[in-house]
């Protein structure tokens, strides 16, 4: 059984299943139909709350997830990421899986926009053109994948429980408002660092470190107005490109998307009325990776529940001085680059303040370790002696320094090759009982 049918969920299932295995992969949300636009969240039925200051949890309550509104990105984390931070391996161990993500995304790389060479030879820093997930004109997405389209809908996950022949999961089906116990040999986990910690720490598994460790990505956005109309841009992401080495700080990265026409971005306001035609619009989103703090972590409020009577997640926030640090750095690497894209006459508009906690990239809350005390081994197995894997990025120490989708897929295609293996064993141990 795997929770959550967002990209990591549907990659474990497409892998299981292309092995053999009978998978059931569950979402809370609808399946929507092709082209219909996500949902909101009903924020009283799917309540949460925060404490220590603010919290945007960016979320897609649908099959599919967050996946349905991502722009694509699809760059490998940079090296020196698993060299800190309490990443259980090296980025050689990742490479067969990152491979086989691209593979399944059908990831192709854009061409640099000679602008974008200019300020990189200008500021000394790098830029590499998009990476993208891409089928056609638009992003992939998990409704792209058979298994992604068969996910069971509208099933809540409400507890696990462990007994001599595996794990009982209580579901809540909530067209029918019932509940009902499945059993299965194995769980994944894949429904969101927060919604997966919710899980956790109802079903008292995992241990007292499940919750503790929330990152994010630190961001900094800007909108820069040039009164310049845009140039037709070339190769597969045109104008699209990721900038990185330009500050003090390690694990910064800049994404680029422009010049565009302001309609593209829904900023056509922004710009004197009647000269659209004349203007282009380019989006700077700085990426910072947090490491764990002590102050900021998940856990469950004592008395609210929600409406389906589940206690309600709790998001304590807190930065640290070296977290403040890097706020300004991530403004000034907006700044900078800014700076050197501007013809005369342009204007920057920041539109997200780097201390606005929820970049909608979390991770953390069940992270993996080598140590004995890690809730999740280097595979992302919960410890304990459950039949419970973590394949959404509950289970990486960080965000990493750039958009992560591309390395939390590669570690669920590790996570499932382990599935793979103890449901073999398994398998194989009861046909010698049997013989």
């Given at each position: 059984?795997?929770?959550?049918?967002?990209?990591?969920?549907?990659?474990?299932?497409?892998?299981?299943?292309?092995?053999?295995?009978?998978?059931?992969?569950?979402?809370?949300?609808?399946?929507?139909?092709?082209?219909?636009?996500?949902?909101?969240?009903?924020?009283?039925?799917?309540?949460?709350?925060?404490?220590?200051?603010?919290?945007?949890?960016?979320?897609?309550?649908?099959?599919?997830?967050?996946?349905?509104?991502?722009?694509?990105?699809?760059?490998?984390?940079?090296?020196?990421?698993?060299?800190?931070?309490?990443?259980?391996?090296?980025?050689?161990?990742?490479?067969?899986?990152?491979?086989?993500?691209?593979?399944?995304?059908h990831v192709t790389a854009g061409e640099l926009d000679e602008r974008y060479r200019r300020v990189a030879r200008e500021l000394g820093i790098r830029c590499t053109p998009k990476r993208g997930a891409f089928l056609g004109a638009r992003p992939w997405t998990p409704l792209d994948e058979?298994?992604?389209?068969?996910?069971?809908?509208?099933?809540?996950?409400?507890?696990?429980?462990?007994?001599?022949?595996?794990?009982?999961?209580?579901?809540?089906?909530?067209?029918?408002?019932?509940?009902?116990?499945?059993?299965?040999?194995?769980?994944?986990?894949?429904?969101?660092?927060?919604?997966?910690?919710?899980?956790?720490?109802?079903?008292?598994?995992?241990?007292?470190?499940?919750?503790?460790?929330?990152?994010?990505?630190?961001?900094?956005?800007?909108?820069?107005?040039?009164?310049?109309?845009?140039?037709?841009?070339?190769?597969?992401?045109?104008?699209?490109?990721?900038?990185?080495?330009?500050?003090?700080?390690?694990?910064?990265?800049?994404?680029?998307?422009?010049?565009?026409?302001?309609?593209?971005?829904?900023?056509?306001?922004?710009?004197?009325?009647?000269?659209?035609?004349?203007?282009?619009?380019?989006?700077?989103?700085?990426?910072?990776?947090?490491?764990?703090?002590?102050?900021?972590?998940?856990?469950?409020?004592?008395?609210?529940?929600?409406?389906?009577?589940?206690?309600?997640?709790?998001?304590?926030?807190?930065?640290?001085?070296?977290?403040?640090?890097?706020?300004?750095?991530?403004?000034?690497?907006?700044?900078?680059?800014?700076?050197?894209?501007?013809?005369?006459?342009?204007?920057?508009?920041?539109?997200?303040?780097?201390?606005?906690?929820?970049?909608?990239?979390?991770?953390?809350?069940?992270?993996?370790?080598?140590?004995?005390?890690?809730?999740?081994?280097?595979?992302?197995?919960?410890?304990?002696?459950?039949?419970?894997?973590?394949?959404?990025?509950?289970?990486?120490?960080?965000?990493?320094?750039?958009?992560?989708?591309?390395?939390?897929?590669?570690?669920?295609?590790?996570?499932?090759?382990?599935?793979?293996?103890?449901?073999?064993?398994?398998?194989?141990?009861?046909?010698?009982?049997?013989?």
């Amino acid at each position: 059984m795997i929770v959550g049918a967002g990209p990591a969920g549907t990659v474990v299932a497409s892998a299981l299943g292309g092995r053999g295995h009978r998978v059931l992969l569950l979402d809370s949300g609808p399946r929507l139909l092709s082209g219909r636009p996500a949902p909101e969240v009903d924020r009283r039925a799917w309540a949460h709350r925060v404490e220590g200051g603010s919290f945007d949890w960016y979320r897609v309550r649908a099959v599919g997830g967050r996946a349905l509104l991502w722009g694509g990105w699809a760059h490998r984390f940079d090296a020196a990421v698993f060299g800190r931070n309490g990443w259980p391996y090296g980025a050689s161990t990742l490479r067969p899986f990152y491979a086989r993500a691209e593979r399944l995304l059908h990831v192709t790389a854009g061409e640099l926009d000679e602008r974008y060479r200019r300020v990189a030879r200008e500021l000394g820093i790098r830029c590499t053109p998009k990476r993208g997930a891409f089928l056609g004109a638009r992003p992939w997405t998990p409704l792209d994948e058979p298994v992604g389209r068969g996910a069971r809908a509208h099933a809540v996950a409400l507890r696990l429980d462990r007994d001599r022949e595996g794990l009982a999961v209580t579901l809540l089906d909530l067209r029918r408002e019932r509940t009902t116990v499945v059993r299965s040999r194995c769980v994944v986990l894949a429904a969101s660092p927060i919604e997966t910690t919710r899980l956790l720490l109802v079903s008292g598994l995992g241990g007292a470190r499940v919750g503790l460790g929330l990152v994010d990505h630190m961001v900094a956005s800007h909108l820069l107005l040039e009164p310049v109309p845009p140039q037709p841009g070339r190769g597969s992401f045109p104008g699209a490109a990721l900038a990185h080495g330009l500050v003090r700080s390690s694990g910064i990265s800049v994404e680029l998307t422009g010049p565009v026409r302001p309609s593209a971005l829904s900023v056509e306001r922004m710009v004197p009325p009647g000269e659209e035609e004349r203007w282009s619009a380019t989006q700077l989103h700085a990426l910072g990776e947090l490491t764990a703090h002590e102050g900021r972590y998940v856990d469950l409020d004592p008395e609210r529940t929600d409406a389906f009577g589940r206690r309600v997640p709790r998001i304590h926030v807190a930065w640290s001085t070296a977290e403040r640090r890097m706020a300004e750095d991530l403004r000034r690497a907006s700044i900078a680059i800014a700076d050197a894209l501007a013809t005369p006459g342009s204007k920057l508009v920041p539109f997200r303040d780097p201390l606005l906690a929820g970049g909608g990239h979390e991770a953390g809350t069940c992270a993996m370790g080598r140590d004995e005390a890690a809730p999740c081994d280097p595979w992302g197995r919960l410890r304990g002696g459950a039949s419970v894997w973590i394949a959404d990025a509950s289970a990486m120490p960080t965000a990493g320094d750039r958009h992560p989708t591309l390395t939390l897929l590669a570690h669920a295609l590790r996570a499932a090759d382990d599935v793979g293996r103890h449901l073999s064993r398994q398998d194989g141990a009861l046909r010698r009982v049997e013989g």
